[in-house]
């Protein structure tokens, strides 16, 4: 394999490292001098071709890519898009699922480039334990990795716990509710998690 050479390099994170290489680009009728990124593996083989404006460090076998303001992802095994750069902000992929925005509004593609939550929320937390914190207006829930809602929409704030419990603060009032039975401590305190677990 011949050398390539780069005109950045930076470290390796989960095999990946991400590279650069100056080129001339007509920007707003002037030239400019630019850097182009792309990704090697640890063999020194471009597994993303330095074509894009950004590259973010990969996970789940994935990076984040940037190119004319819009954002998409590419697979480091195949090398192959997963989407265009289509969206207007992208986020990594966490337990298969990767947030992405348009026209201000978030949801989630899964690992083959599917949106299988459209973009509804003004704000989505990553998955963890297939349950992700969601926020339509200013009132938040939980989704699946469907995007079926395991608790609604209806809390200012809610903070997660374990087995199936969550903290929630509803009309200035805190409370436990279980994902599935509902009510496990009522919300009633006005001081937080610590009044509510006592």
Known sequence: MKNIFYDAKY????????VGKKCIKLINGREM???LLGAIN???HEVIPCDYDNVWTASEGACVVKRENKYGFISVESSKEITPCIYDRAWHFYSGRAKIMKKNLWGYIDEQGN?????IYSQAGDFKNSRAIVVLNTLKGVIDEKGEKIIDLIYHEIERLENGNWCVLKDGLYG????QNGIVV????KRSLD???R
Do not use: K, R, S, Y
Not at 11 to 18: H, L
Not at 115 to 119: H, L, R, Y
Not at 176 to 179: G, K, Q
């Open 11 to 18: 470290a390796f994170v989960e095999g990946i490292a991400i």
């Open 33 to 35: 001098q630019i850097l």
């Open 42 to 44: 640890t063999d020194g």
């Open 115 to 119: 949106e299988i939550i459209v973009p």
């Open 176 to 179: 436990i509710i279980h994902e």
């Open 186 to 189: 009522p919300i009633q305190f």
């Open 195 to 197: 009044a509510c677990l």
